[in-house]
């Protein structure tokens, strides 16, 4: 077996463009759907240039507190996700908590919005 530390330093030296080559050669060759790429991927660029921060294409919303107008939130959470009021309860008491996850920018921000209107703190990460 190869030595594991060199494959690991060889992994982390990789730009962008060869963890993408990587990803379609493990895909194509291997039948291997490489999830980990995008983590590959950001981690050259989190000391480089701040490239990654730019290219995030996915967003989840948090709830951080429900504030003064809990009911309202709660009301907004089930408009939003089309779920029951106890399920929108059960998100808004345990705040944090994730509203949505993997969503495009344009749709975080219009929740977070919506949100923010009756009174919540939200984050988009």
Do not use: R, Y
């Not at 060889?10 to 291997?30: N, R």
């Not at 490489?34 to 983590?39: E, I, L, N, R, S």
């Not at 480089?48 to 919303?61: C, L, N, S």
């Not at 929108?88 to 929740?111: L, Q, R, S």
């Amino acid at each position: 077996m190869a030595d594991l530390k060199a494959l690991a330093d060889t992994l982390v030296g990789l730009t962008v463009k060869e963890v993408s080559e990587l990803a379609d050669i493990l895909k194509e060759e291997h039948g291997i759907e490489p999830a980990a790429a995008a983590v590959a991927m950001a981690a050259p660029g989190a000391g480089g240039g701040g490239e990654a921060a730019d290219e995030q294409t996915e967003f989840t919303v948090v709830l951080t507190s429900a504030g003064a107008g809990k009911l309202k939130v709660v009301k907004e959470v089930k408009t939003l996700l089309g779920v029951g009021l106890k399920d929108a309860k059960e998100i808004v008491d345990g705040a944090p908590a994730n509203v949505k996850e993997g969503v495009a920018k344009d749709e975080a921000e219009k929740i977070k919005a919506a949100l923010e209107a009756v009174g919540a703190s939200v984050e988009l990460k």
